[in-house]
């Protein structure tokens, strides 16, 4: 068992030295771990069967928000609702959310009730369902480009609408869907099934690779930034970076460099460098992408790491449920489904903040271009936290049962929520401090 000091980190973990604080002051040295991300021509010639293509980054939306009041919530309201749109066409649990990343205009929600819908977050008018589910819906996203939006069950249906026309252009049938995600720059859709694979496919002619982990669930991946690597963790603890070009694994960590239970989460910092894997097992683990070695493991200072978890034992047990970088500091969240989020300083590998809410937490979110971090928690509140201080910045409520997933606008101005309510809500978000 490796000793731990007072921050929750090991104490055998050696410094990032790439990453220095200025005492407390909020100016900070971030040191360039990467010269860039590669130019998007370079990595059409190494992945066969993906093209990828420049583009322009197009100008933000031009329109104001125009946020409608709500009209007309069916059922009773328990306390405030500071919502300014809610989206109620769904008739059971509402388990996902993404909004389109070219002009967050769009969102798409899936739910229990096999269902998933396309709608305007200006005032949740309906665009189109997309139809033909016969399991939860509980994938959605849109593509890099928001021409395309994909939704997933959890039966391993997969399918691919073009936004403009409204029309399928391609489905799928894996096994039990576990994840799912778009690439950051092509028409190319990532998925992990129960089965242990990955897959990968070009769409909408459906060219397919798939990336066989462990005989047991992926549980969570993401794609790297370079757009090259993906990295995916398992149910039996283990973590597998693969070079999506070749089909084979650069990095596998296992055993004692992997996790002691199944894995819930992943994230990447800006650059690539970093990976941050959460686990059942309690532990957050940071991982050089370039070399696939542990740099550092954050527990919470409140819960001793739990290696083996009986099937009785869930109500005694905790987990990291979410996870993430600041883009601006050098310092992670993560958040534990006893309510605990806990910043940690990644330079010292110290535990910065710690920052209790009543209820587990379920997703959390970091601002762009700032140290705020956004969480939402079984108790249905939103919360936005100054990771500076550790202090808690406003809330925002609405919702009759926990929030499932919840999504964030890129200027931070709206954030949507679903919920086991049976509803969305679109939030309009004031700081008095920007």
Same mark, same amino acid.
């Given at each position: 068992m490796e000793s731990e000091s007072e921050s929750g980190a090991t104490a055998d973990t050696p410094p990032l030295e790439t990453?220095?604080?200025?005492?407390?002051?909020?100016?900070?040295?971030?040191?360039?771990l990467d010269p860039g991300p590669p130019d998007p021509d370079d990595l059409a010639q190494e992945m066969e069967d993906v093209d990828f293509?420049?583009?322009?980054?197009?100008?933000?939306?031009?329109?104001?928000?125009?946020?409608?009041?709500?009209?007309g919530v069916v059922g009773s309201m328990e306390g405030p609702d500071d919502s300014e749109v &809610?989206?109620?066409?769904?008739?059971?649990?509402?388990?996902?959310?993404?909004? %389109?990343? /070219? +002009?967050?205009?769009?969102?798409?929600?899936g739910g229990e009730d096999d269902k998933a819908f396309v709608w305007r977050l200006s005032d949740g008018e309906l665009l189109f369902e997309c139809a033909g589910h016969k399991d939860s819906v509980t994938c959605a996203g849109f593509s890099h480009d928001s021409t395309l939006v994909a939704t997933g069950d959890m039966s391993g249906l997969l399918k691919v609408w073009q936004v403009d026309t409204k029309e399928e252009v391609w489905s799928f049938e894996a096994g039990d869907l576990e994840w799912m995600e778009w690439h950051s720059r092509a028409?190319?859709?990532?998925?992990? &099934?129960?089965?242990?694979?990955?897959?990968?496919?070009?769409?909408?002619?459906? %060219?397919? /690779? +798939?990336f066989q982990g462990p005989n047991c669930p992926a549980t969570c991946g993401r794609v790297l930034p370079d757009g090259k690597r993906a990295v995916v963790g398992y149910e039996d603890g283990t973590?597998?970076?693969?070079?999506?070009?070749?089909?084979?694994?650069?990095?596998?960590?296992?055993?004692?460099?992997?996790?002691?239970?199944?894995?819930?989460c992943v994230a990447t910092n800006q650059d690539g460098s970093l990976i941050?894997?959460?686990?059942?097992?309690?532990?957050?683990?940071?991982?050089s992408a370039t070399t696939g070695k542990v740099v550092g493991v954050f527990r919470p200072e409140t819960v001793a790491s739990q290696p083996n978890l009986g099937e009785g034992e869930e109500s005694e047990s905790?987990?990291?449920?979410?996870?993430?970088?600041?883009?601006?500091?050098?310092?992670?969240?993560?958040?534990?489904l006893d309510g605990t989020l806990a910043i940690y300083d990644l330079s010292t590998q110290t535990l910065r903040h710690q920052c209790q809410h009543q209820s587990g937490i379920v997703q959390l979110l970091w601002e762009a271009g700032t140290a705020v971090v956004y969480t939402c928690s079984l108790d249905g509140i939103v919360r936005l936290w100054d990771a500076r201080t550790g202090r808690l910045l406003t809330d925002y409520r609405g919702h009759t049962a926990e929030i499932l997933?919840?999504?964030?606008?890129?200027?931070?101005?709206?954030?949507?929520?679903t919920s086991g309510d049976h509803k969305a809500k679109v939030f309009c978000v004031q700081r008095p401090d920007r």
């Open positions: 990453l220095s604080f200025h005492g407390d002051e909020e100016i900070i040295e971030v040191v360039e293509e420049e583009e322009e980054e197009e100008e933000g939306n031009e329109e104001g928000w125009v946020l409608e009041p709500q009209e &809610t989206f109620a066409l769904h008739s059971a649990s509402v388990f996902c959310v993404s909004l %389109d990343p /070219k +002009t967050n205009t769009l969102a798409v929600t028409p190319v859709l990532l998925a992990g &099934t129960a089965d242990g694979n990955t897959w990968m496919w070009k769409v909408p002619n459906g %060219d397919c /690779k +798939t973590i597998r970076v693969w070079d999506l070009k070749q089909g084979n694994s650069v990095h596998v960590l296992k055993g004692t460099e992997g996790h002691q239970g199944p894995l819930t941050l894997t959460g686990s059942v097992d309690c532990q957050a683990k940071l991982v905790n987990s990291v449920e979410s996870l993430g970088f600041c883009s601006v500091m050098p310092l992670a969240a993560v958040g534990y997933d919840f999504a964030l606008s890129k200027d931070a101005s709206l954030v949507v929520t």
